[in-house]
């Protein structure tokens, strides 16, 4: 995961099983973390990604969409999008996760 922005951000990610917990990336800085695909096909990493000012939520990892062993991604307020391990050029970009019934701000 790198960070574009021009300023902090926070990310929190996890699976059903597996809490990564809470880490800030600086401006370019990077973020990394392994794990094995479910054997069923099902595994699901989500992130909630945070800079000042704004909230945003997205499934970094979705088995069934992501074809990938090394997932690179590249996040920006704008939106995450999913590089090529090789060139690191932008292949796809996706959409946010729409707001939880808890609303955009993550809970107190």
Same mark, same amino acid.
């Given at each position: 995961?790198?960070?574009?922005?021009?300023? !902090?951000? /926070?990310?929190?990610?996890?699976?059903? +099983?597996?809490?990564?917990?809470?880490?800030?990336?600086?401006? #370019? #800085? /990077?973020?990394?973390?392994?794990?094995?695909? +479910?054997?069923? #096909?099902?595994? !699901?990493?989500?992130?909630?990604?945070?800079?000042?000012?704004?909230?945003?939520?997205?499934?970094?990892?979705?088995?069934?969409?992501?074809?990938?062993?090394?997932?690179?991604? +590249?996040?920006?307020?704008?939106?995450?999008?999913?590089?090529?391990?090789? /060139?690191?050029?932008?292949?796809?970009?996706?959409?946010? +996760?729409?707001? /939880?019934? !808890? #609303?955009?701000?993550?809970?107190?």
């Amino acid at each position: 995961m790198v960070c574009q922005s021009e300023l !902090l951000l /926070t990310v929190h990610c996890k699976s059903k +099983n597996d809490d990564l917990g809470f880490h800030d990336i600086a401006t #370019g #800085g /990077t973020w990394e973390f392994s794990f094995r695909p +479910n054997f069923f #096909g099902r595994t !699901l990493y989500f992130c909630s990604l945070s800079w000042p000012g704004q909230f945003r939520r997205f499934d970094i990892y979705v088995q069934s969409r992501d074809k990938c062993q090394n997932c690179l991604r +590249n996040i920006s307020p704008d939106y995450p999008c999913r590089l090529s391990f090789k /060139t690191k050029e932008i292949v796809q970009c996706y959409p946010w +996760n729409p707001p /939880t019934q !808890l #609303g955009s701000k993550p809970p107190i």
